[in-house]
């Protein structure tokens, strides 16, 4: 089993562009989650999702979208990217909330 | 809403020496309490979680961690550190609404 696929693994974006973070995982888990680590901050819930057609909001949503037309992927859009979302994003999953989310390898994101 | 506290950011300590790393949290209802850990450059991997139950729970590599619902406080321990715990630690809490929020990290530095 992959468990949770993040890619790209880096990527240098200049403010304003537009980009796709995708996230696939191959275990059937129904929850999905994007988290966003600063120094300093922990890891800040972005969006997740308790199952395909279903997404709500986190912690710190602004700049950021998402849907999941499949269990398996979970894409995270930023629109117009800027400064302050340079970070290390994490994707993760879990059968249930209770259950322990697994978490991918991250991508490290920087916008200039 | 829920959320949690790690009381502090940095934990030095030598090898073969006892640690404690603090989580309090604040929720109104009844949680779910998880402890991950980081090494550098990783994602995130499950120590131990408290579903219900006993409230002294056991986790992978030597680590455990006490539940106290007076407190509000599921601090983590371990008896005897070694070199390879050096990481950070990151306290989380679901309150049942299916997110999963995380505390700011403790990071622990295990000196020889």
Request: proline residues 4%; neutral net charge; aromatic residues 12%.
């Amino acid at each position: 089993n992959a468990g949770v696929t993040q890619t790209p693994k880096f990527q240098v974006l200049k403010t304003g562009q537009s980009m796709t973070l995708q996230c696939a995982q191959d275990m059937n888990h129904e929850y999905m989650s994007w988290y966003r680590q600063d120094p300093g901050m922990g890891l800040r819930l972005i969006h997740y999702s308790v199952g395909a057609g279903i997404t709500d909001q986190g912690e710190v949503p602004n700049g950021y979208n998402v849907s999941r037309s499949t269990t398996e992927d979970f894409p995270l859009r930023l629109l117009s990217a800027a400064p302050s979302q340079t970070s290390v994003y994490f994707c993760a999953s879990s059968l249930t909330v209770n259950y322990g989310y697994t978490f991918g390898s991250g991508t490290r994101l920087t916008v200039v | 809403a829920q959320s949690v506290t790690q009381l502090d950011s940095q934990v030095p300590v030598f090898e073969e020496a006892p640690v404690e790393l603090r989580c309090n949290y604040s929720s109104s209802v009844s949680v779910y309490l998880f402890w991950y850990v980081q090494y550098p450059n990783q994602g995130l991997q499950l120590l131990l979680k408290y579903l219900s139950g006993s409230t002294l729970v056991k986790g992978i590599n030597g680590f455990e961690a006490e539940f106290n619902k007076s407190q509000t406080s599921f601090h983590l321990r371990k008896p005897s550190v070694h070199i390879s715990d050096t990481a950070e630690y990151f306290c989380a809490v679901s309150d049942q609404t299916d997110k999963l929020i995380f505390g700011t990290g403790t990071r622990l530095q295990v000196f020889p």
